[in-house]
């Protein structure tokens, strides 16, 4: 076997109920949901077990849900003595992939993603800003539309590169619609409008980043134990000051996905375990190399299949 990354999903893939019965079967997966309680001073726990869905869904709670459930689910990984070569996530995943790379403590860093998405939130007027999937274009030609579109005064820019034939766009609602209706007449196969409230890594989010900055401040970021491939250069780095500046240029800068699986893949990763709830990324990480091996663990059956393909039983 060669190199084993460990990735995380982001905002999107929150269910009600995800990583109840980790919690239920392993004591530390229970301590972390107890811990975010403690940092955050409301029962996150509670919503994500209970729900209802739609309070789950609002970005101040997924962004915590997501990253908590994801290190309860890595308990028994870090148990049974599996640890990655390089970790990755998707957008707020990349908070996930620093702590279990031991570059933020794990309450720093649910008590940093509840903040962060407080200031998503509130960046943009609700219905002003929006992102779509634009399917079957190639990069350089959506990156066009969107600088026609931008330059004639409707901000849209490219958000997340997923993987070959996805690309997210985001922006103003005028922007990505107008941007939308061009990637259609360049030969784009689909444009998916997305669920969101707010036109994240775009321009738009720089009065997010201005505020949290300042809660970055407030927590201990330090060197990682193995590199973490960051969104914004999608290159392995593990140097806090690295992380510090790119955590900040994340909020309105592309997520470079499809680069960094494919960085990781150059670095000699073979295996990829995604961690948390959904395939997500596992799905993108096919698309991007078929050749790969992909383990999804979202529960403690999954987890213990896991274990057992990556010890080769």
Known sequence: MGKIAFIFPGQGSQTVGMGKEAAESNTNAKKTFEQADERLGYSLSSIIFEGPQEKLTLTANAQPALLTTSIALMQDLKEAGISPDYTAGHSLGEYTALVAAGAIDFSDAVYAVNKRGEYMEEAVPDGKGTMAAILGLDRSVLQDVCASVSEKGD???????????????????????????????????????????????????????????????????????????????????????????????????????????????????????????????????????????????????????????LRGE
């Not at 690309?167 to 196969?189: D, F, L, M, R, Y």
């Not at 998916?192 to 036109?199: C, E």
């Not at 990829?272 to 383990?295: A, C, H, M, Q, Y």
């Open 155 to 309: 901000d849209v820019q490219l958000a997340n590169m997923n993987c070959p034939g996805q690309i997210v766009i985001s922006g103003t609602v005028a922007g990505v619609q107008k941007a939308g209706e061009k990637a259609k007449e360049q030969g784009a196969k689909r444009v998916l409008p997305l669920q969101v409230s707010g036109p994240f890594h775009s321009s738009l989010m720089k009065p997010a980043a201005e505020k949290f900055s300042g809660i970055l401040n407030e927590i201990t970021i330090r060197d990682a134990s193995v590199p973490v491939v960051v969104n914004v250069t999608a290159t392995p780095e593990t140097k806090k000051e690295v992380f510090e500046e790119k955590l900040i240029e994340q909020l309105y800068s592309p997520v470079l996905w499809e680069d960094t699986v494919q960085q990781l893949i150059a670095s000699g990763v073979d295996t990829f375990v995604e961690v948390g709830p959904g395939k997500v990324l596992s799905g993108l990480v096919r698309k991007v190399d078929r050749n790969v091996k992909t383990i999804s663990v979202q529960d403690p059956e999954s987890c213990q299949q896991a274990i057992e393909l």
